[in-house]
């Protein structure tokens, strides 16, 4: 498996939630920073999206906003989101939420403006998900994805969203974070497409003479990889890739393998029932010793002490 396809299949998109909101007059909604992928389409009207210390941003009819870190921000009818108390939308998910929500207060003076924004929350695994959030930008702005010029994996990919929102089919939440995945994926391919930072992360996972490297480190986190046999999986002399590799990357590999490999180790201890001897194995240390001290320098907690407290944050 190439190492973007590992990257996605390890940052657990998953339990997608939708909802319509229908907006009249001078109106607002907020989004919490949460540990979850949003991603808002504008069926019909307009809306401006607004992040903190950033221009804000205005999405007209058919366009599609992803916001991979599902970081705080407002979305309203006006550039200056302050004229309206925001409506905050993070407890109206409730599954695949078919009534819609009316938001917005009627305003006598002025046309009456409307707007359908239909808005997925998908949960992420934003520790796994880290790499891949920082080396992306604050949001992927599509204009007009229902046109028909856009690409055909767009179309068909809201065309499914479209289906699985007026069918209540069996499996369709599964078809959603499937959906929700795809199109997640297409629209980082485009943005490798068109990034020119040699030194992106994104770049560096198709580097053309480094994918197989990541591949292995992906792919294969429990090997017991040396800087000499990464080299040899790119054919490669050990210091022309050592060199090229940090130069890419911005640090040597082994850093990076044992980034890769104690982000995975969290989640092991997050997500399964796999002791900790058995963690350190499947993340490439033989020792549990070894591990769980490694492990406690780069999260501040040991590896019992991690899970006890998300098994806490969890029932709470």
């Known amino acids: ?5 590992q990257v996605f299949e390890d940052i657990h998109l998953k339990q997608t939630q939708y909802l319509y909101l229908e907006a009249q007059g001078q109106w607002a909604f907020e989004s919490e920073h949460q540990s979850a992928m949003i991603t808002h389409i504008v ?3 307009t809306a401006y999206v607004h992040f903190e210390g950033q221009a804000s941003v205005l999405l007209n009819t ?3 906003m992803i916001i991979p870190s599902g970081i705080k921000h407002h979305c309203s009818s006006h550039m200056v989101h302050q004229l309206v108390e925001p409506l905050k939308i993070e407890a109206l998910f409730q599954g695949l939420r078919e009534d819609p929500i009316q938001v917005g207060q009627h305003d006598t003076n002025q046309v009456e403006n409307k707007s359908l924004i239909f808005t997925i929350k998908t949960q992420i695994d ?3 998900a880290g790499p891949l959030i920082q080396a992306l930008p604050t949001y992927l702005h ?3 994805a229902l046109n028909a010029q856009e690409p055909e994996w767009l179309r068909i990919g809201l065309y499914f969203v479209a289906n699985e929102t007026t069918h209540k089919q069996p499996g369709r939440h599964k078809i959603m974070d499937h959906v929700v995945s795809i199109m997640l994926i297409e629209c980082v391919r485009e943005y490798i497409n068109e990034i020119n930072d040699e030194n992106n992360w994104l770049n560096a996972l198709t580097h053309p003479e480094l994918a197989n490297a990541f591949s292995a480190i992906h792919s294969q986190p429990e090997q017991a990889w040396t800087v000499e046999k990464l080299a040899e999986r790119c054919f490669m002399s050990r210091s022309k890739f050592a060199n090229l590799f940090h130069e890419i990357v911005g640090e040597p590999p082994l850093a990076y393998l044992k980034q890769h490999r104690l982000r995975l180790a969290s989640q092991y201890l997050r997500t399964g029932q796999l002791s900790i001897q058995q963690i350190a194995h499947h993340v490439g240390y033989s020792s549990e010793t070894a591990f769980s001290q490694t492990f406690k320098k780069y999260f501040q907690l040991s590896p019992s002490q991690y ?10």
Not at 1 to 5: G, I
């Open 1 to 5: 498996m190439d190492a973007l396809s």
């Open 126 to 128: 934003s520790i796994m």
């Open 43 to 45: 069926l019909f009207g």
């Open 307 to 316: 899970r006890q407290l998300h098994y806490a944050q969890q029932s709470n």
């Open 142 to 144: 599509i204009k007009s």
């Open 62 to 64: 058919g366009d599609m």
